[in-house]
């Protein structure tokens, strides 16, 4: 019994070295695991860093994994952005919107809306927009040229009384939009600067963004739509853009004035370029007055003023003249250049461009908002049978097929029409030294006199309510072919037939390079384009 203990005891003591060796084991084990996780983690977190440290200025990013609970990024809630949130988001999309500023813009342009662009708003649902902010209904124009006026009236006589045009502060209307979109469970509107796309294998997989607080995020979605306006940082990704500015526009605020024609835009064909007059509240009136370049007058030292009061005032109808005058001494003088973009895209999966991000026209004919609110049907109404939005393939034919039909599809063929449109009048309103230029200005405006088709027919073109190219081409010609047989009565001299036939080649050399930058076989044979066939059958 006494040589019992000593061996309990070498036992006990066995147990314990055993046990101090298994912990030292696991101890080993635990760190080893545990500093391979680390490198693991940092591994990751480096390979986040690199890839978004193109747009974030080398900062540490944090990954906001949606994990499938975004199905649409929108970047920028302007006009297109934020209509396009709402209507996705009717349809069930998830949608994350990320503006970079999310207080009430102050623009000069986008503040009048055509009745075609109206009659998409309510296709859309969001015709209650325009109420509350002070809209003011548009009819028609007024021209201006040379002492005389005409007036001309949208058709609107099989549409209903409260179809018209809209015109209003552009920041009101996109703050209802904002509110409306924000109110709806499945999108998320978020202020934020998104700096890049974040790609993998080509295709786009969202967005990397620095929120309101200053933290860098990456966001993901199967779809990024970036309508984030016409300084868009992200549109040379997707698209080859050929941005022109041929003009400025210089904006004013009329106050307590009534214009000649109620309800009526007011266009003076002025030396050298157009003026605009529209109202925009109960008691406002928009006055634009285009100058053509990209330099302006300094509004700073004065020259601006100078300018607006010696060379503008006198060309302004006598009944406008005193408010204008009076508007330039208060001083409220803002400028803004007036672009123009062709859409040119580079398809790429998993992204899309909209708005003046991806196409541009001179906005002397209002057409901006119809034709984004055109395109926004188009898309809605494509990727409705497209449930699933994870699928790449389907999901870029989609897009491709977006891009075609915006300018080929019989029943919308907005876009592509609007933009030739746009750039055609304003070189046709243009004042030039060119007597072929000044016979084709003059016969415009007295072809647009004769009332009738002859002003139904470019009147029904600008407000978005016929859109069709043929009849475009048609009524541009037959404007030139009018000038022409206004030269040759009484007698057809060799010096008229000579000016007449440059007042058709100078009518040409400005439609045909517009239509060609459009697409030809996207106007006018839509029939021949292969992606036309692949769309499926918009409702």
Not at 232 to 238: A, H, Y
Not at 269 to 292: G, H, K, M, Q
Not at 476 to 499: D, E, N, T
Not at 505 to 513: D, H, L, M, Q, T
Request: with cysteine.
């Amino acid at each position: 019994m006494e040589l019992a203990v000593p061996a309990v005891i070498y036992q006990n003591y066995n147990l314990l070295l055993l046990s101090a060796v298994a912990l030292v084991l696991g101890s080993v084990l635990l760190y080893g695991l545990r500093f391979s996780n680390a490198k693991a983690r940092r591994r990751e977190s480096e390979e986040i860093r690199s890839k978004n440290s193109a747009g974030n200025g080398g900062l540490p990013a944090v990954t906001e994994k949606t994990d499938g609970s975004t199905d649409v990024i929108i970047v920028g809630a302007g006009v297109a952005g934020a209509a396009l949130a709402c209507t996705l988001a009717k349809d069930g999309r998830r949608v994350h919107v990320i503006e970079r500023d999310l207080t009430e813009p102050d623009r000069i342009v986008g503040e009048l809306l055509q009745p075609g662009g109206y009659l998409k708003l309510m296709e859309l649902g969001l015709e209650d927009c325009v109420d509350g902010i002070e809209a003011q209904q548009v009819f028609g124009y007024a021209i201006y040229m040379d002492g005389r006026n005409t007036k001309l009236s949208y058709p609107l006589e099989k549409y209903d009384a409260n179809i018209s045009g809209r015109s209003f502060h552009n920041g009101r209307f996109i703050q209802q939009m904002r509110e409306k979109a924000a109110s709806l469970p499945n999108v998320k509107l978020e202020q934020g600067t998104v700096t890049s796309l974040v790609e993998k294998n080509g295709t786009v997989e969202g967005v990397s963004y620095k929120s309101k607080d200053g933290q860098v995020m990456t966001a993901y979605a199967p779809l990024t739509i970036v309508c984030d306006g016409c300084f868009s940082n992200l549109r040379r990704t997707l698209c080859k853009p050929k941005v022109e500015v041929p003009s400025c526009f210089v904006g004013l605020v009329l106050e307590n004035i009534d214009l000649p024609y109620a309800n009526h835009g007011h266009v003076i064909l002025a030396d050298p370029s157009p003026i605009l007059f529209y109202p925009i509240s109960n008691t406002e009136v928009r006055c634009l007055v285009d100058v053509p370049g990209q330099k302006v007058p300094s509004i700073s030292n004065g020259e601006m003023a100078n300018y607006l009061k010696t060379v503008v005032a006198p060309q302004i109808p006598p009944e406008l003249y005193n408010a204008f005058v009076a508007s330039v001494d208060k001083g409220n003088i803002r400028t803004m250049p007036n672009r123009s973009m062709p859409a040119d895209p580079q398809p790429t999966p998993g992204a899309l461009l909209m708005g003046d991000a991806f196409n541009m026209r001179h906005p002397l004919t209002g057409g901006g908002m119809t034709v984004a609110l055109s395109d926004i049907v188009l898309l809605r109404d494509l990727l409705r049978p497209l449930r699933d939005l994870r699928d790449a393939p389907k999901l870029l034919n989609y897009l491709e097929c977006f891009y075609t039909l915006r300018k080929a599809s019989p029943e919308l063929p907005v876009s592509s029409t609007i933009n030739t449109l746009a750039g055609a009048l304003y070189r046709v309103f243009c004042a030039s030294p060119d007597p072929a230029r000044k016979e084709m200005r003059n016969a415009c405006f007295d072809y647009l006199s004769l009332g009738g088709m002859c002003a139904e027919g470019p009147v029904s073109l600008l407000s978005g309510l016929n859109p069709r190219p043929l009849v475009l081409v048609f009524h541009f010609f037959a404007v030139a072919v009018y000038g022409v047989g206004r030269l040759l009565i009484p007698f057809p001299s060799p010096k008229r037939l000579w000016l007449g036939a440059r007042l058709i080649s100078g009518a040409s050399g400005i439609i045909f390079p517009i239509i060609k930058s459009e697409g030809v076989r996207q106007m006018f044979f839509p029939a021949t384009v292969p992606a036309y066939y692949r769309a499926p059958r918009v409702a």
